[in-house]
């Protein structure tokens, strides 16, 4: 026990100080400091600058669906460390770290829900989890997820945030891409639409693979998008890039989004757009 806190003990009268020391978050986008607070009931968008920080899987479940209607699918089972890989730690104690970390299974989580009354499976990666890497049980996931859009004949939107694919598992991680681009054929052939919402920071064998497979391409502001670093970019074509490079809103003038769409307008927009695909437009 320290000095200050035996001292503390023997005068009654001095309250310990009950500071919890998550109370401030330092913002990426301006560096001021924000009550977590604030942030967390402003949908972790900066109320100073307007900065999308990085939501997980429940926060953005609760934002989204309609109240009641979460029912999140169960984690998907796939073999655990397939290749035995160990860098400078083991890649089953990561594994294990990870999970007490973000209290998730791995990183994408899906969920049936409705959206102002529309039917959806919703699947979100967490960038919180290993960088939000795709591997056997990101694949698994998305195909689980494929599945229940067509098991109760509605959409399957994706929210993307990832570092790319997980190189612990190799070769495995990489056959996630073509995986994942057949689960989504296998919609298109039950006639169900496939959303993707991409948001900061998506990149790697991620963005190549069904990050940019959407009937619908929306985007949240000033995420970065890319599959290469742009310093291997610039490196590799001898040119500078400009300063929006790898944006949501550059991905959007060059044709490669349909929509930037604010947080707080998500749920509204999904909606919306859900609805002209599905044919259900509900009268307004
Ligand atoms: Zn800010």
């Not at 999140?72 to 089953?92: C, H, N, Q």
């Not at 770290?97 to 049936?112: H, M, P, S, T």
């Not at 590799?236 to 307008?265: A, C, N, W």
């Amino acid at each position: 026990m320290s000095w200050l806190n035996s001292v503390r003990n023997v005068i009654p009268f001095v309250a310990k100080r009950e500071t919890p020391d998550n109370l401030w978050h330092k913002c990426r986008g301006c560096g001021q400091m924000v009550f977590t607070k604030e942030l967390e009931d402003n949908l972790n968008v900066c109320p100073k600058c307007d900065h999308h920080d990085r939501i997980g899987p429940k926060a953005r479940f609760r934002h989204l669906l309609d109240e009641g209607s979460c029912n999140e699918l169960p984690a998907a089972k796939v073999p655990e460390d397939p290749l035995k890989f160990r860098d400078s730690k083991r890649y089953a104690d990561r594994l294990k770290a990870a999970r007490a970390n973000a209290a998730e299974n791995d990183a994408l989580v899906n969920a049936r829900g409705t959206i102002l009354g529309h039917k959806v499976v919703i699947g979100v990666q967490d960038f919180a989890f290993m960088g939000g890497s795709m591997g056997l049980a990101v694949g698994e996931a998305f195909v689980r997820g494929v599945e229940a859009a067509i098991a109760d004949q509605c959409p399957y939107v994706i929210f993307t945030a990832s570092g790319g694919a997980r190189m612990q598992e190799g070769i495995l991680s990489l056959m996630q891409m073509p995986r994942t681009t057949v689960a989504i054929q296998m919609l298109h052939d039950a006639g169900l639409p496939y959303i993707v919402v991409l948001t900061d920071p998506t990149s790697g064998g991620v963005m190549a693979a069904y990050a940019m497979l959407g009937d619908v391409q929306i985007a949240e502001p000033k995420a970065t998008l890319a599959f290469t670093g742009r310093r291997v970019i610039e490196n590799t074509i001898r040119e500078k890039l400009p300063d929006d490079f790898q944006t949501s809103e550059y991905y959007l003038d060059h044709g490669m989004l349909d929509m930037v769409v604010h947080r707080h307008d998500l749920r509204e927009r999904l909606a919306t757009v859900i609805g002209y695909l599905t044919g259900s437009r509900k009268a307004a």
